[in-house]
Nanobody
Framework: QVQLAESGGALVQAGGSLRLSCAASGSIISINVMGWYRQAPGKQRDLVATIGRGSTTTYADSVKGRFTISRDNARNTVYLQMKSLKPEDTAVYYC???????????????????WGQGTQVTVSS
């Protein structure tokens, strides 16, 4: 089993900054892509940013130049640094991680793709 623990969401004024963290734990062998998604009330969950094992990144057009995704492979953690926040960034932010984990012993491996519980980011105007 793999668990994701998110933190860092808060209420912030427009123009402010926040840093989200998401730590994966469990019987992890390797992690491939780590990403952040967000869902505003009444809307679908949308991609914000992803980062691959080689640190290749992708961003939604709406956050390019303002958000930076990074990862710490030693800690199985992905971060989202958010700057110049806007009211339209208000949403629940979810991390998503995929990789391989083992059950019982390292010869018994399975792929996983897990979601965090979500952390609320609210940007006031």
């Amino acid at each position: 089993q793999v668990q994701l623990a998110e933190s860092g969401g808060a209420l912030v004024q427009a123009g402010g900054s926040l840093r989200l963290s998401c730590a994966a734990s469990g019987s992890i062998i390797s992690i491939n892509v780590m990403g952040w998604y967000r869902q505003a009330p009444g809307k679908q969950r949308d991609l914000v940013a992803t980062i691959g094992r080689g640190s290749t990144t992708t961003y939604a057009d709406s956050v390019k130049g303002r958000f930076t995704i990074s990862r710490d492979n030693a800690r199985n953690t992905v971060y989202l640094q958010m700057k110049s926040l806007k009211p339209e960034d208000t949403a629940v932010y979810y991390c998503n991680v995929d990789g391989t984990y083992y059950i019982g012993n390292r010869l018994n491996t399975k792929a996983f793709a897990s979601w965090g519980q979500g952390t609320q980011v609210t940007v006031s105007s």
